[in-house]
């Protein structure tokens, strides 16, 4: 069989498939694996695979064996719930010739549905409405995941073997970093040719970079004093206003220097918005009649390929010094930067790559329509593969324009979109076997 045909007939049987890839998505939703508490999705995922035949690899990732990675950093979910029990899962076709390895991954995890009562429907319930799927996770991305499996399941039913390896993942903690789901992976050894990863960037707009994202906080001491005698101390909350305006000050001298076209290559309205400081958590004082001691703000900065993390510090250390400098209080008392929790680097693909061209060449062909090259303004587990292996990976996955919100939804036609995509891209990058 050559590839024009066998890819003929796996779309056409992936588009008659409908049914196997709602059975699966519809266990995978009710399956409540938010982060930190994958291992129902997973043994999910475990089912699936072994209703394959499939060889599989599960393992929980060690923090002893990350911690010198360059992109390693203690994720909020490990800190909280640690990484017994929550293991990876790691499938392997063998190829049949001398075809390079393709891996298709997609995380298990998936955001808190709060408030539940929001929804229209139960959250972990799959419900269909004509062409639309509602459910947490429907599109992230555990629709991706069932589109994975069904191209794959599609290919085997179809008698093509590839001639390349070909890994199918399911990771853990993307929503908090991915330190021990894809790059675990990766340290274990899976470390392919390249990568597809179907997160729902809406075919045919295929990703081919992601944001760098970092986290800190910004501690910021005052003079605790009774309201009475309010005059004798120095509120902290009025010292933190003049950090959060410096703060926003360089939000916008960022966000009128720095420009990315692909981070609003799939929504406009981010133009202008390609890189953002943003306070999110203030905490500080502890009685109304006392004026605060110490306000600290939890902050996060994200930003497009194009700057290091270091340079990204250095601009927010930097702007909070001069504001300090410039506050007679807070010259002698200067605040406190730390940076903990998500510590990530943006990464960028060339679009040149082979795997870029296949994915972009198979998504308009099945679709239909002239897609973007899309990404750079949210991490991704991408960037393990693209900054530390020198793999050429690419975002290509369902609609999906309410991921972690009320009535997050997807669609059937994008998600059977989706498998076909992988599976002829999978046949045209590792080839078939003689």
Same mark, same amino acid.
């Given at each position: !069989?050559?590839?024009?045909?066998?890819?003929?007939?796996?779309?056409?049987?992936?588009?008659?498939?409908?049914?196997?890839?709602?059975?699966?998505?519809?266990?995978?939703?009710s399956?409540k694996?938010?982060?930190g508490r994958?291992?129902?999705?997973?043994?999910?995922?475990?089912?699936?695979?072994?209703?394959?035949?499939?060889? $599989?690899?599960?393992w929980?990732?060690? %923090?002893?064996?990350?911690?010198? *990675?360059?992109?390693?950093f203690?994720?909020?979910s490990?800190?909280?719930?640690?990484?017994?029990?929550?293991?990876?899962a790691?499938?392997?076709?063998?190829?049949?010739?001398?075809?390079?390895?393709?891996?298709?991954?997609? *995380?298990?995890?998936? =955001?808190?549905?709060?408030?539940?009562?929001?929804?229209?429907?139960?959250?972990?319930?799959?419900?269909?409405?004509?062409?639309?799927?509602y459910?947490?996770?429907?599109?992230? !991305?555990?629709g991706?995941? #069932?589109?994975?499996?069904?191209?794959v399941?599609?290919l085997a039913?179809?008698?093509?073997?590839?001639a390349?390896?070909?890994?199918?993942?399911?990771?853990?903690?993307?929503?908090?970093?991915?330190?021990?789901g894809?790059?675990?992976a990766?340290?274990?050894?899976?470390?392919?040719?390249?990568?597809?990863?179907?997160? /729902?960037?809406?075919?045919p707009?295929?990703g081919?970079?992601?944001?760098?994202?970092?986290f800190?906080? %910004?501690?910021v001491?005052?003079?605790?004093a009774?309201? #009475?005698?309010g005059?004798?101390?120095?509120?902290?909350?009025?010292?933190?206003?003049?950090?959060?305006?410096a703060?926003?000050e360089?939000?916008?001298?960022?966000q009128?220097?720095?420009?990315?076209?692909?981070?609003?290559?799939?929504? /406009?309205?981010l133009?202008?918005?390609?890189?953002?400081?943003?306070l999110?958590?203030v905490?500080g004082?502890?009685w109304? &009649?006392?004026?605060?001691?110490?306000?600290? !703000?939890?902050?996060?900065v994200?930003?497009?390929?194009?700057?290091t993390? +270091?340079?990204?510090r250095?601009?927010?250390?930097?702007v909070?010094?001069?504001?300090a400098?410039?506050?007679?209080?807070?010259a002698?008392?200067?605040?406190?930067?730390? @940076?903990?929790? @998500?510590?990530?680097a943006? *990464?960028?693909?060339?679009?040149? &790559?082979?795997i870029?061209?296949? $994915?972009?060449?198979?998504?308009?062909?099945?679709?239909?329509?002239e897609?973007?090259?899309?990404?750079?303004? #949210?991490a991704l587990d991408?960037?393990?593969?693209q900054?530390?292996?020198d793999?050429?990976?690419?975002?290509?996955?369902?609609y +999906?324009?309410?991921?972690h919100?009320?009535?997050e939804?997807?669609? =059937?036609?994008?998600?059977?979109?989706?498998?076909?995509?992988?599976?002829?891209s999978?046949?045209?990058?590792?080839?078939?076997?003689?």
């Amino acid at each position: !069989m050559n590839k024009r045909d066998a890819r003929r007939r796996v779309e056409e049987t992936i588009a008659n498939r409908e049914s196997d890839l709602l059975e699966l998505l519809e266990e995978l939703v009710s399956a409540k694996s938010v982060t930190g508490r994958e291992p129902r999705g997973q043994a999910v995922m475990l089912e699936a695979f072994d209703r394959l035949d499939l060889e $599989v690899d599960t393992w929980e990732p060690s %923090v002893e064996r990350l911690s010198d *990675h360059p992109g390693f950093f203690r994720t909020s979910s490990y800190d909280e719930h640690g990484y017994d029990g929550r293991e990876n899962a790691v499938a392997t076709i063998p190829g049949e010739g001398e075809g390079p390895t393709l891996a298709l991954s997609g *995380h298990i995890d998936v =955001v808190p549905a709060d408030p539940e009562s929001a929804w229209e429907s139960d959250p972990w319930a799959l419900r269909r409405d004509g062409d639309e799927l509602y459910g947490r996770g429907v599109s992230d !991305m555990k629709g991706g995941l #069932a589109a994975m499996v069904l191209a794959v399941e599609t290919l085997a039913d179809e008698g093509i073997e590839l001639a390349g390896d070909l890994y199918l993942q399911s990771t853990i903690e993307e929503e908090a970093g991915g330190v021990g789901g894809v790059l675990s992976a990766l340290e274990r050894g899976y470390v392919p040719d390249a990568a597809i990863i179907p997160e /729902p960037f809406g075919l045919p707009n295929v990703g081919i970079a992601s944001a760098g994202v970092m986290f800190f906080d %910004v501690t910021v001491p005052g003079k605790k004093a009774h309201a #009475a005698w309010g005059h004798q101390g120095v509120s902290a909350f009025d010292k933190a206003c003049r950090i959060r305006g410096a703060l926003e000050e360089l939000n916008e001298k960022r966000q009128d220097r720095i420009d990315f076209p692909p981070a609003y290559g799939a929504d /406009p309205s981010l133009e202008g918005h390609v890189t953002n400081i943003n306070l999110g958590v203030v905490e500080g004082g502890d009685w109304p &009649a006392t004026v605060p001691a110490e306000v600290t !703000m939890k902050g996060r900065v994200g930003w497009p390929p194009g700057e290091t993390r +270091g340079e990204v510090r250095e601009a927010i250390e930097g702007v909070i010094a001069e504001a300090a400098d410039d506050d007679e209080w807070l010259a002698a008392n200067p605040p406190i930067v730390e @940076w903990a929790g @998500w510590n990530a680097a943006p *990464h960028e693909v060339p679009r040149d &790559a082979e795997i870029v061209e296949i $994915v972009e060449r198979n998504a308009e062909s099945i679709t239909g329509e002239e897609g973007s090259f899309v990404g750079g303004n #949210a991490a991704l587990d991408e960037r393990f593969y693209q900054r530390y292996y020198d793999v050429p990976v690419v975002t290509a996955g369902p609609y +999906g324009p309410n991921l972690h919100g009320v009535d997050e939804y997807t669609t =059937v036609s994008s998600l059977l979109e989706t498998a076909q995509t992988l599976a002829v891209s999978a046949i045209d990058y590792c080839g078939i076997a003689e």
